[in-house]
């Protein structure tokens, strides 16, 4: 049997596909995203500002989560870029490390430019 672009690995099934032009409630088969591919975010860059800053001050992102108010799950979201912050997260946290917001920031951008956007 020959190889398909259709592998298993880049496949799942979507359980609630709905039709509207029909009434019924299906399984569809689509492509799954690769995660290779993904361009590198924002998000994922203040990620690795947050980070080197919190590592910088000697903080476990339990530490940090438990000083800035936030759970630690969202600490490990941010630092993934998962999870976009607020403006007042992004105060509180800088807080806690000890700098300005916008240093924070500044990281972001210096990041970004070294990835050449």
Known sequence: MG?????ARNLYYSLWYYST??????????????????????????????????????????????????HPTYIGQLERGKKSPSLRAIMSLAAVLKTRASELIRRVEILAADDGR
Do not use: C
């Not at 690769?34 to 800053?53: H, Y």
């Open 3 to 7: 190889t398909s672009f259709l592998s």
């Open 21 to 70: 032009d029909r009434s019924n409630i299906g399984a569809q088969v689509q492509h799954r995203r690769s995660q290779n591919s993904r361009k590198t975010s924002t998000e994922d860059f203040f990620g690795q500002a947050l980070r080197e800053g919190r590592k910088e001050r000697g903080l476990t992102q339990e530490e940090l989560a438990y000083r800035s108010g936030y």
